[in-house]
């Protein structure tokens, strides 16, 4: 299995700022994903983003508001910028541990981001 | 678009009742459903996952079903305990490494 952490646990911050999200998992993953969870919805997946090439952003989500990095196979940062109160939600990095489509899922804690 | 729907209302039940939670979906066919068990502050944790061309899976108490027919998935807890009461999603993949969630149903096992 996969244990993943991410930082800060929780954060409220101040419209107009930005936040970047740290993901680090304990092991190699080709593939992280960043998703959102708002009050009371389901997951929305943000992004794809492999190590070595470019975040592949779902419809609704562009590279200007959420960049990524993923420096290696173990960590991902996401970061939300020129919040507004939007933006408040919980964020959430995951990994696919193994292959095939048929590979289990692990999620981080989150990130609750409150913004004023 | 895809649509999951999951009863967005509490189910409440009686500690050792077995629960059953739905997951309803439209248009796409997926080739797997996942469930997943979300406790309060806390990330998704993997539980199930059924092929469409299995009917039924288990796992210990838990046990998940999928009729592609009906668009429809159940997953039942046999025996349910306080420490089951927590969201239930469940998921649906779109295409490889791409899932849709529903928002989940939130279940209370009482003592």
């Known amino acids: 299995s996969a244990v993943i952490s991410q930082k800060p646990s929780r954060d409220i911050c101040q419209r107009g700022t930005s936040l970047t999200i740290q993901c680090q998992v304990d092991s190699q993953v080709t593939m992280m994903f960043w998703y959102r969870q708002q009050p009371g919805q389901s997951l929305t997946l943000i992004a794809t983003?492999?190590?070595?090439?470019?975040?592949t952003y779902e419809s609704g989500f562009v590279i200007d508001k959420f960049p990524i990095s993923r420096p290696n196979l173990t960590f991902s940062t996401l970061t939300v910028s020129n919040m507004s109160p939007e933006d408040s939600s919980i964020y959430l990095c995951?990994?696919?541990w193994g292959q095939g489509r048929q590979d289990t899922q692990y999620f981080g804690p989150g990130t609750r981001l409150t913004v004023l | 678009s895809q649509k999951i729907e999951q009863n967005s209302e509490a189910l409440n039940i009686q500690e050792g009742k077995t629960a059953t939670l739905t997951c309803n979906y439209t248009n796409y066919s997926p080739a797997y459903l996942q469930w997943y068990r979300q406790d309060p502050g806390r990330g998704p944790v993997f539980l199930l996952l059924?092929?469409?061309?299995?009917k039924e899976k288990r796992k210990e108490r838990l046990k998940v079903t999928f009729d592609t027919t009906l668009k429809q998935s159940l997953f039942h807890i046999t025996a349910s305990q306080p420490a089951d009461s927590a969201t239930y999603l469940c998921a649906l993949d779109m295409s490889p490494y791409k899932y849709i969630f529903g928002t989940g149903t939130r279940l209370k096992v009482l003592a």
């Open positions: 983003a492999n190590q070595g090439s470019e975040a």
């Open positions: 995951s990994v696919v």
């Open positions: 059924i092929r469409e061309n299995e």
